[in-house]
């Protein structure tokens, strides 16, 4: 009889298997997909951001307010110097960024997760592809796999199936219908936003715009966004994709090294017959793509100029698609859990990883509390088998 059932072979449900197999427990690992591990690799493909470092309270302040007390304590427990030491113990060494942002050396997620499936077999821990979770029958899981319906009844389980963003990988938010009322709606995360672009910006779709100012709903950082096709996107505005989602409007300091009265007296200096472009080339070292994004979102200019430049609003039409997210919000609602992530309502089944109903930008957020909510759910589900085993 297999003692533990681990669904879902991301980040979560890999530590969470991980730590079973380190408990003595015999532990099947199950996935949907053909392979282990699709998002996580497609999440290296333009570096593996696995964590980021920064003191504690403000890693801690990314995941929002007010913070579910089992994450907090999950992210305590296991944060990011944990995150550098488990990597480093799969054989990868580390670098940090300017930013903060620790990568691996070599960059991809393709090492990393292939010394942890290594390691993972080494432990005992069984693997099974293509195996399609459908409920429960009874206590009993219910799997449809290549070979026909199967069922398993474990002593204990981890579901770790991921959010409702990148279907294609994944993670489609399925598994919802198993969990009756235990779920709060999904919504997009760290996701682009439809514009409808004038045809003066056509010439600039596809283009950065670096090293500005973003703010909205109270949150400010610095950092750069994509003119797509589409509308914008990338690490700025995922940034501020929360507030903007629930209904906070973006703004941009175009020039945000230069203060209010600093733009405000080169401004005043005589124009002659310059266009107002040409001016803000000049007197501003404007280059054309902010002078493009100036007057699509800023007509008509008012004659105090230099605020508008400063905190520039942003028309949009609303999210992209929850699809096409890198993560989601919504999920398990965590007071239908108990403190070491099991359901209150479902003795022996514990739940970890994005599925659970948090929210944090990109930037390393994502892996570490996956990391450490698989960490914490296979931890306790390991204590409560073990337990049963004892009969206490």
Same mark, same amino acid.
């Given at each position: 009889?297999?003692?533990?059932?681990?669904?879902?072979?991301?980040?979560?449900?890999?530590?969470?298997?991980?730590?079973?197999?380190?408990?003595?427990?015999?532990?099947?690992?199950?996935?949907?997909?053909?392979?282990?591990?699709?998002?996580?690799?497609?999440?290296?493909?333009?570096?593996?951001?696995?964590?980021?470092?920064?003191?504690?309270?403000?890693?801690?302040?990314?995941?929002?307010?007010?913070?579910?007390?089992?994450?907090?304590?999950?992210?305590?427990?296991?944060?990011?110097?944990?995150?550098?030491?488990?990597?480093?113990?799969?054989?990868?060494?580390?670098?940090?960024?300017?930013?903060?942002?620790?990568?691996?050396?070599?960059?991809?997620?393709?090492?990393?997760?292939?010394?942890?499936?290594?390691?993972?077999?080494?432990?005992?821990?069984?693997?099974?592809?293509?195996?399609?979770?459908?409920?429960?029958?009874?206590?009993?899981?219910?799997?449809?796999?290549?070979?026909?319906?199967?069922?398993?009844?474990?002593?204990?389980?981890?579901?770790?199936?991921?959010?409702?963003?990148?279907?294609?990988?994944?993670?489609?938010?399925?598994?919802?219908?198993?969990?009756?009322?235990?779920?709060?709606?999904?919504?997009?995360?760290?996701?682009?936003?439809?514009?409808?672009?004038?045809?003066?910006?056509?010439?600039?779709?596809?283009?950065?715009?670096?090293?500005?100012?973003?703010?909205?709903?109270?949150?400010?950082?610095?950092?750069?966004?994509?003119?797509?096709?589409?509308?914008?996107?990338?690490?700025?505005?995922?940034?501020?994709?929360?507030?903007?989602?629930?209904?906070?409007?973006?703004?941009?300091?175009?020039?945000?090294?230069?203060?209010?009265?600093?733009?405000?007296?080169?401004?005043?200096?005589?124009?002659?017959?310059?266009?107002?472009?040409?001016?803000?080339?000049?007197?501003?070292?404007?280059? /054309? %793509?902010?002078? =493009? !994004?100036?007057?699509?979102?800023?007509? +008509?200019? $008012?004659? #105090?100029? *230099? /605020? %508008?430049?400063? =905190? !520039?609003?942003?028309?949009?039409?609303? +999210?992209? $698609?929850? #699809?096409? *997210?890198?993560?989601?919000?919504?999920?398990?609602?965590?007071?239908?859990?108990?403190?070491?992530?099991?359901?209150?309502?479902?003795?022996?089944?514990?739940?970890?990883?994005?599925?659970?109903?948090?929210?944090?930008?990109?930037?390393?957020?994502?892996?570490?509390?996956?990391?450490?909510?698989?960490?914490?759910?296979?931890?306790?589900?390991?204590?409560?088998?073990?337990?049963?085993?004892?009969?206490?």
């Amino acid at each position: 009889m297999t003692d533990a059932v681990v669904i879902g072979a991301g980040p979560a449900g890999l530590m969470a298997a991980e730590q079973l197999g380190k408990a003595g427990l015999e532990v099947l690992i199950v996935d949907a997909m053909p392979s282990f591990g699709r998002k996580f690799l497609m999440a290296g493909k333009s570096g593996l951001n696995i964590t980021k470092a920064e003191p504690a309270s403000a890693f801690l302040a990314a995941y929002g307010q007010p913070m579910p007390r089992a994450l907090a304590a999950a992210l305590n427990a296991f944060g990011p110097d944990d995150v550098v030491a488990w990597t480093q113990a799969l054989g990868q060494s580390v670098f940090t960024g300017s930013s903060g942002r620790v990568f691996p050396k070599a960059m991809k997620a393709s090492p990393l997760l292939r010394a942890w499936l290594m390691r993972l077999d080494a432990s005992g821990v069984q693997r099974r592809t293509r195996w399609n979770w459908r409920g429960w029958h009874g206590d009993a899981l219910v799997f449809a796999t290549p070979d026909g319906m199967q069922t398993v009844a474990p002593k204990v389980t981890v579901l770790a199936l991921g959010g409702a963003s990148w279907a294609r990988l994944g993670a489609n938010g399925h598994w919802a219908a198993y969990l009756d009322n235990a779920v709060a709606p999904f919504a997009p995360a760290n996701m682009g936003f439809d514009v409808a672009w004038s045809p003066h910006m056509t010439p600039f779709l596809g283009s950065p715009v670096k090293s500005v100012g973003l703010s909205a709903g109270g949150q400010t950082t610095r950092g750069e966004f994509v003119v797509s096709v589409r509308g914008i996107e990338g690490g700025g505005i995922y940034a501020m994709s929360r507030a903007m989602r629930e209904g906070a409007t973006l703004t941009l300091d175009l020039l945000p090294d230069w203060p209010l009265e600093k733009v405000r007296q080169a401004l005043a200096k005589p124009r002659g017959k310059a266009s107002v472009t040409t001016h803000l080339r000049k007197v501003l070292r404007f280059d /054309p %793509l902010r002078a =493009a !994004l100036l007057s699509e979102f800023g007509r +008509p200019f $008012p004659d #105090d100029l *230099a /605020p %508008l430049i400063k =905190a !520039l609003p942003v028309r949009h039409q609303g +999210p992209r $698609p929850i #699809d096409e *997210a890198i993560s989601t919000a919504g999920g398990v609602r965590f007071e239908t859990l108990t403190d070491d992530l099991m359901f209150k309502t479902r003795p022996g089944v514990f739940c970890a990883g994005e599925m659970l109903d948090w929210e944090a930008p990109t930037g390393g957020y994502l892996i570490t509390a996956c990391l450490a909510t698989g960490l914490v759910a296979g931890q306790a589900a390991g204590r409560y088998a073990i337990n049963l085993n004892s009969g206490c």
